[in-house]
């Protein structure tokens, strides 16, 4: 006996890139409309001291039941016309699951990209899938949430259909704590992490290779609006990702 998980009602996981491909037919054409209006009332405006920062600035709408909006790379000039457009959808499915659809515009080179999402807490699974009109399916991952004696368990395998890369993660939560290892088949290195909540704002987590032993640190700082994101590689280099959003609802990165 075949037993299949719904992802809609009477849908099974065969033919969720079906409803993929069809809702991003649907949000193209939303987002197609937008770049007349956004290309024909932002003109002429200048970003100074922005050089050097790889900033972007995201304004999302409301449109009926979708999110719609477009996003710029802010450098030394705002361009005329914005990098992306995108349209997003959520809708409720069966098992109490939640299914979404976004879908990116790229103004430059044309392409339409889509990722479709379907996660369910009562099954504990949660999947996703992407696509693009280049080069079609891209990337599916699938993860697992389960509680085993009173601690959360999450298993996850994703699949880079363009670089054939398949990576597997498992963490093991305990109360403020995080245990996890990861590997993949491309560096070939097992990863063993751990992230602790020191309060409500700060999050630490360190990590290392269990192939050469190096080292990262990693270090979350959140504020009412916004979070700031440090990754420090001894030696070798510090990233900082801060995100704040804005007074009308624009997100900044």
């Not at 477009?70 to 361009?79: I, V």
């Not at 990861?182 to 560096?187: L, R, T």
């Not at 990754?231 to 900082?240: C, H, I, Y």
Request: charged share 25%; glycine share 8%; hydrophobic share 40%.
């Amino acid at each position: 006996m075949k037993h299949s998980i719904r992802l809609l009602p009477g849908v099974g996981l065969d033919t969720f890139i079906s409803y993929l491909i069809f809702y991003s037919y649907l949000l193209i054409k939303f987002i197609l409309i937008f770049i007349k209006v956004i290309t024909a009332s932002v003109k002429d405006t200048n970003v100074k001291g922005a050089d050097g920062l790889n900033l972007e600035w995201c304004a999302p709408f409301k449109f009926k039941d979708y999110v719609v909006g477009f996003k710029y790379k802010l450098g030394d000039t705002l361009k005329n016309a914005p990098e992306t457009l995108f349209a997003k959808k959520s809708l409720s499915t069966g098992a109490d699951g939640t299914a979404s659809i976004e879908a990116n515009y790229n103004v430059a080179d044309k392409t339409l990209s889509a990722i479709g999402k379907w996660a369910s807490d009562k099954v504990g699974l949660a999947i996703s899938a992407e696509a693009n009109t280049s080069d079609k399916l891209t990337k599916v991952k699938a993860v697992s949430t389960q509680t085993v004696s009173g601690n959360k368990v999450t298993v996850g395998a994703e699949y880079d259909v363009l670089d054939k890369k398949a990576s597997v993660s498992t963490k093991l939560a305990v109360e403020d704590t995080v245990v996890g290892i990861s590997y993949d088949n491309e560096d070939k290195d097992p990863v063993l992490s751990v992230s602790h909540q020191l309060d409500a704002k700060n999050l630490f987590a360190p990590s290392v290779s269990l192939k050469n032993g190096a080292m990262k640190y990693g270090w979350t700082r959140k504020w009412s609006g916004g979070s700031a994101d440090l990754a420090l590689t001894p030696g070798e280099k510090l990233n900082v990702v801060w995100k704040d959003q804005g007074a009308n609802g624009g997100n900044h990165h």
